[in-house]
């Protein structure tokens, strides 16, 4: 599910006009546009993106389709014809599902819902497919799988609900954009998409990211309730976040939405090539070229409060002291085969592991503020693990 379109033979004074009419288009629709590395990127919705990178003497538009729904699809097709309206030129206009030869979104539709039927079978039959991403367009991130639990973008359902309903009843628990237009329910799936995604719960104000999708989150709720008063609505999350954020709350009055998905406000699995480092949902994420390794710093409420950090890497250069992680006695955890060794150095505690999963190996080493946190820290290098195939 994607959709391309390639603007051929362009001069450095046509692709400045391109990249005018990108610009204006977004504004045109209310989107942010943004200019990032070796490509221009427009946040058409949570889970939809349209990118704009340049090859030689062309621009090519690109669009994965398959998280944001048929909305979203037949959005990005749209957009490229405006392009085309608005600027002569060669092009070359690309679409798997071929909605812009016949523009039928029913058909497009449809489309979308047997994705959901292939994605819910494969779901109820197969339990290492619950831990892959097949519920966002990006993430380094994604919960813990429970077996009485499976996750969609915006919810988590019991097994046995989720079996239940229909491939239609469940296109607004994956999918942001199911209508034409933007209605209600789109803003209320987006901002239960980025609740589930990105809310952190007592951890709204710890930064700028987090702060930034918070205020995203009541923006989406707030206009969903203006178009639809009616409409059911995560009225406690809202509030919760309004309060954090000092912001005064505008919805009133109406039921509140069942089920709210919010499993970064719990440990989650963070991905790192192909391993998942268990960790609280809500930790800071940052890559160390050096040692070729992820550092997870635990969450913090306050800016001075600083309570542990967990680095994983495959290099054993990040281990300080290999030789003695070497000489623990090894112990079993599931199929897991696990070495630790933890020790103090002026008032820090420090823990450094091996994990070896078949013949792949994982090293650690983490700090904490204090020995308290060392018993969370042993049961996360525990839990954590290699991804299987399917």
């Known amino acids: 599910m994607f959709v391309q379109c390639i603007c051929k033979n362009r001069n450095e004074k046509e692709k400045n006009e391109l990249y005018q009419v990108f610009g204006a288009l977004a504004n045109r629709e209310k989107m942010q546009i943004e200019e990032k590395a070796d490509e221009v990127v427009i946040y058409a919705c949570p889970q939809g993106t349209i990118h704009i990178r340049e090859e030689d003497d062309s621009i090519w538009i690109t669009a994965n389709t398959r998280h944001a729904g048929p909305g979203f699809h037949a959005f990005a097709v749209e957009f490229c014809k405006d392009v085309q309206t608005e600027l002569p030129g060669e092009y070359e206009l690309i679409d798997d599902l071929d909605f812009d030869q016949d523009e039928n979104f029913h058909r497009l539709h449809r489309i979308y819902e ?14 290492e497919f619950r831990k892959q991403n097949y519920m966002y367009d990006e993430t380094y991130f994604l919960p813990i799988e429970r077996e009485d639990r499976i996750y969609t973008a915006a919810r988590a359902f019991d097994i046995d609900e989720f079996r239940q309903m229909t491939d239609e009843e469940l296109l607004d628990s994956f999918y942001v954009w199911n209508t034409w237009d933007k209605d209600a329910q789109f803003y209320k799936n987006a901002a239960l998409v980025l609740l589930a995604k990105e809310g952190v719960g007592p951890y709204t104000m710890m930064n700028d990211h987090t702060r930034k999708y918070a205020d995203t989150i009541c923006d989406y709720l707030e206009i969903a309730h203006k178009m639809d008063d009616r409409l059911p609505l995560p009225v406690p999350e809202y509030n919760e976040l309004c309060q954090q954020l000092g912001r005064k709350p505008k919805i009133t009055g109406i039921s509140a939405e069942r089920d709210v998905s919010q499993y970064r406000r719990k440990d989650v699995y963070h991905l790192f090539e192909d391993a998942r480092i268990v960790a609280d949902g809500a930790c800071e994420r940052n890559y160390d070229p050096v040692t070729q390794s992820i550092c997870l710093m635990g969450p913090y409420t306050d ?62 080493h983490d700090v904490a503020s204090d020995a308290s946190k060392l018993p969370y820290l042993k049961q996360c290098v525990k839990e954590s693990e290699f991804q299987k195939e399917l």
């Not at 542990?308 to 199929?335: F, R």
Request: with cysteine.
């Open 303 to 364: 800016l001075g409060e600083w309570n542990w950090l967990i680095q994983a890497g495959k290099q054993s250069v990040i281990c300080t002291k290999l030789n003695e992680v070497q000489k623990q006695e090894p112990i079993q955890y599931h199929d897991k085969t696990i070495q630790m060794y933890d020790w103090k150095e002026d008032g820090i505690t420090h823990l450094e592991a091996i994990l070896r999963q078949g013949d792949r190996v994982l090293y650690f």
């Open 114 to 127: 047997d994705e959901i039927a292939y994605i819910k079978d494969l779901l109820l039959k197969n339990s």
